[in-house]
């Protein structure tokens, strides 16, 4: 499992210890997460420079927060950098590390998040309050967004921010976390073309078994036996190449990209 994230920015590094040692981890439930204390973090470096910030939560502590530097052209397109401020939970006796503690070991962060993806968000922070320290003044309105909850399908940061703030983060162009990371391919090393995201299929799977008593197993027909099975077979199944056959007419035109 990769932890570590290389860095060569001074302040870049101590903005990714600091958010990787508020340990914002979010377990699926809304109780999880406190995203509120990477929210004050990236807050207070933001503040004094110029640029309009605001705070959303939507449940105590699942804080997302949105800056905006507001572009001179109504009619410019607008760009979102989009950075996530939880992570999943971890399995310290795993690690040969201190998951929550931010090390800096040769050149490298060391931490639950570190390369998912607070150094992405920190550095985007990073940038985006340069750019506002500076005065700069783009175009098109260039918008940060610290979310909470992404690693929960992001029910109350994105997709809440969607659905009740969105004039707050409607952009036309969003930079978030994989874009421009580059793949190992037969022919080399090259940069994916994303045309979609993964997403979620929630299913209710109802397995049938004939009631009996835990002490007489044999012969049954037991319902948890039979979903073993179907799990099993679930797991083994090989997802058909759709992907590489609706991709086929653009690498006609322009070969692996």
């Not at 990371?181 to 022919?187: C, D, F, L, Q």
Request: proline content about 5%; glycine content about 12%; aromatic content about 4%.
């Amino acid at each position: 499992m990769s932890v570590n994230s290389e860095v060569r920015d001074p302040e870049v590094v101590e903005l990714i210890q600091q958010l990787i040692r508020n340990a914002c981890v979010n377990d699926g439930t809304d109780e999880s997460g406190h995203e509120a204390a990477n929210a004050d973090v990236i807050c207070a470096g933001l503040e004094g420079t110029g640029c309009d910030l605001e705070s959303f939560e939507p449940l105590p502590g699942r804080v997302s927060l949105v800056a905006r530097i507001e572009g001179g052209d109504p009619g410019a397109p607008s760009l979102c950098y989009l950075g996530h401020t939880d992570v999943v939970p971890v399995n310290p006796d795993s690690w040969s590390r201190d998951p929550f503690g931010g090390e800096l070991v040769d050149g490298e962060v060391w931490g639950r998040g570190a390369v998912d993806m607070l150094n992405i968000t920190a550095a985007m922070a990073v940038a985006f309050g340069r750019l506002a320290r500076s005065g700069f003044r783009p175009r098109g309105t260039l918008i940060l967004a610290a979310v909470a909850d992404e690693e929960a399908l992001g029910a109350h940061g994105a997709g809440w921010l969607s659905e009740h703030a969105a004039s707050a983060v409607e952009a036309d162009y969003v930079i978030t976390e994989e874009g421009g990371v580059p793949m190992e391919t037969a022919a080399g090393r090259r940069l994916a073309i994303t045309v979609g995201e993964k997403g979620s299929c929630w299913c209710r799977l109802r397995i049938h078994g004939v009631a009996g008593h835990a002490s007489a197993p044999l012969r049954t027909d037991n319902a948890l036996v039979t979903a073993a099975a179907v799990i099993g077979r679930l797991a083994a199944v090989q997802a058909a190449g759709h992907r590489a056959r609706r991709l086929a007419p653009f690498r006609e035109r322009h070969g692996d990209a």
